[in-house]
C-alpha cells in the first residue's frame, strides 16, 4: 500500500561528531513512546483487575478494531504534523471517501472489493493532492487550507449525498465481514494497519525523504537553505494523509455499515489529539508513527475501559482532554531538561 | 521616543554593540510598517464592504424577503452569538495564538446554567457562577499557554475536548428546558426600539468596545506588537504573558455570555449545544484579514466579515441551496481570502517553479553543492 507513497530510498548517512547528542535524542524519544505504553499497560491492567472480562479475546478485538481507524489517520497527520503543518480535512476526506466507496456497491454490481478500497484510496489522494499542492506552491498557512477544504469536502460529500443514505442492505456480506475478519484471533483490520503504521513510521525513521520531514519541522528555512525541496516534501506529506484518510473511509464504511453525510464528522481534532497525545509536537521536528498509532490506541482503549467499568462513557471525553493537557506538560518539561543536557554537553565539548 | 528609550536601555547590559543596532535597524524597517500595514489591510476591509454590497443587492434581487426586518432579525437570532465569539478569538489571534476550546466553553457554561436552574438556583447567582465559570475555564487555557510555554493550539485541542466532556458529565443525556420566559424572551423579542435581537445588539457593544480597546489604547496596541514579534514585544517592556492570559479569560467570559445567550434562545441545555463552531468563528476571523501568525486584522474588518458570512449564508437559504452544503461557500471564501491577497507572489513563484522545471539548473547544483 504505502510502497506507490514512497519515493526512491537512499541509505542514511551517520554523520560521526553528533552521534552522542542523537544517541541521547533518540533515548528520550524511546523513554517517551514507552511512557505512552506504559500508560496504557496500566489503564489495561488495572481496567482488568476490576472487570477481569476486559480482556476477552472479543473485547479485544472489539478494542483493536475500533482503534485502527483512528491509528490509521494518525500515521498520515504524523506526517503531517511532523514538517510542521496540520491537516483539518481529514474527517471531511473519511465521509466523502466513506460514502463515494459505498456506493460504488450499489452502482456496478458485482464489483471486486479491492477496486473499492482503490477507489477510495484515489479520492482520498485526491483531495491530499489538493491540500498539498495550496499549501505548497501557494505557501499560505496549511491550518487555513485545510481548515477551508474542511469545509468544502464536507459540502460536496453533502451535495451528493442529499438525504440519501447507503444502508447495510445493499452491501455485499464480504464487504460487512471485514471488521469480523481475524488471522489467529487478530482483526484484519489491525494487522493491516499495524502494517501501514510499521511502514510509516520506517519510512519516516530511515527514507532520507522522511527525515527531511523532521528537518522541515525544525527548521523551515533552515531546511530550505539546506537544499531541501520543501514544498515536494510538504506535498507529499499531504498527499500521505488525503490517501490514507481515504483509506480510512472504506474501513469507516465496512465498520458502521450505514453511511449518510455526518460520516467521519470531528475526527480532525481526535486524530489531531490521539498524535499529539503520542508524542508528536504540535509544532512538528519531534514524534514518531508508531508513538502517534500508540495515542489513538490509548483513547480508544479509553473508551471501551469505561464501557466495561461501567463509567459513564460521558466522562470519556473529559479524560481524553485532560490526558492531552498532560502528554504536552509533560514533553515540555522532557524538552526543557533535553536543552539543558545538551547544552551542557556542548559546552563541555567545546572546554 | 520609543525606539531611543530601547536603544538607551540595550546599551549598557549588553556591551556588543552588534545587538542594539540590530534591534534599531529592525525597529527603524518596521517604522514605515504600520502605515502599509493600514494601507494593506484597508484595501482587504474595502473589498470586503464590496461583498457585503454585493450580497445584499444579490439578496434583493434574488428574494423581496432578504431585506425584510424579519429576516434580518432572524439572521441576527441565528448568528448572534457565533458572532459574539468572533471579536475575543479576533484579538487572539492578532496576538499570535488560537483558542479552539469557545465553542466548549459555550457549551459548559450553557450546562452549568441549565444544571443550577433544575436545582432552582436564583438566576442572578447563576449568571455570577456561569461568568466565573468562563473566566476559569479561559485562565486555565491562558496560564497553560503563557505560564508552561505550550502551544496554544495543542492546549486549546486539549481544553475543547475537557470543556466539552465537563458539559458531558454534567448533564449527560439530559436535557433541561424548563426556563423562565422572561429570559428565554431573548430569543423572541427585539431590543425595544429596533429590529435587532439581543445577540445583535450585544454583538454590536462589544464590537465597539473591543474596537476602542484594540485600536485606541496602549493594551489593544501591545496586542499587534506582540503578536508581529513577541520577543520584540517582550523587550519593548510589554508583559506579554499577562497580557495573552487577559485575553483568554476575556475571551472564556464572552463564551459563556454567548452560552447563556444560546441557552435562552433555545430555552434548551443540552450538552451538545454549539458543538463544531470553534471552526466557524475561526473562519471568520481569518475571512476578516486578520493573519494566522499575528500581528495583523482590525475589528472594522471582523465586523465586515460576519456580515458577509452571515450574507451568504442568509442568501444560500433563500435560493434553496441545500443549507447543510453552505461550508462549500465559507471554505471557498476563506481559500480566497488566503490567496487574493498573495495572488501577485503565487503567479510569480508559479512562473518560477516552470522556468527552474525546465532549466533544470538549480536543485542539481543544489544538490552536486552538498555532496
New interface residues.
Partial sequence: MSTTLTPRREPPQPSGPEVSSRRLTERVFRVRESGILAVLIVFVAVTAAVQPRFLDLANIQFVLINATIFALLAVGETMVVVSRNVDLSIGSVVGLSAYLSASMFSHVHGIPIPVVFLAGLAIGLACGVANGLMVSLGRVPSLVVTLATLYIIRGIDILIVGGNQVVARSLPAAFLNIPQDTIAGIPDMAIAVAIVVAAGAYYLRSFRSGRELYAIGSNPDGARLAGISVGKRVFTAFAISGALAGLAGVLWAAQYQTIDSTAGTGYELTVISAVVVGGVAIFGGSGTAVGAALGALLLGTITSALYVLGISPFWDQSIAGFLLLLAISLDRAISVRLLTALRLRSSRGAT | MPPNQNQSQARPEQDEPLAPRGAVSGESTARPAPGELLRSSLRWETGLVMAVIAIVIAGAVVSPQFLTGANLFNLGLSYGEIAIMTLPMALIVISGEID?SVASILGMSSAVLGILWSYHWPMLLIFVVVACVGALAGLLNGL?ITR????S???T??????????A??IL?PKTISSFPVTYTNVGVNTVPGTQLTYSAGIFIVLAVIFGAVLHFTPFGRSIYAMGASPDAARFAGIRVKRVKTILFVVSGLVCALAGVLWTFRLSTAV?NNG??LE?DV??IV?LAGVS??GGKGTMAGVVLAVLVYTGLQNLLLLTNF?Q?????????I??A???VP?AAS?AS??SD?LRKRRGKIR?SA??A??K
Wanted: net charge positive; glycine share 14%.
Fill in positions: 479552539l497553560l508552561l510555554g505550550l502551544p493550539l495543542a492546549v485541542i486539549g481544553t475543547l475536548a475537557l470543556y466539552r466532556g465537563i458531558l458529565i449527560g450538552q458543538l463544531g471552526l475561526v473562519a481569518l494566522i501568525f441545500n447543510e452544503a453552505t461550508g462549500i461557500v465559507t471554505g471557498a476563506l481559500l481570502s488566503v490567496f498573495n503565487f513563484r508559479f517553479q536543485p543544489a544538490r553543492g552538498l
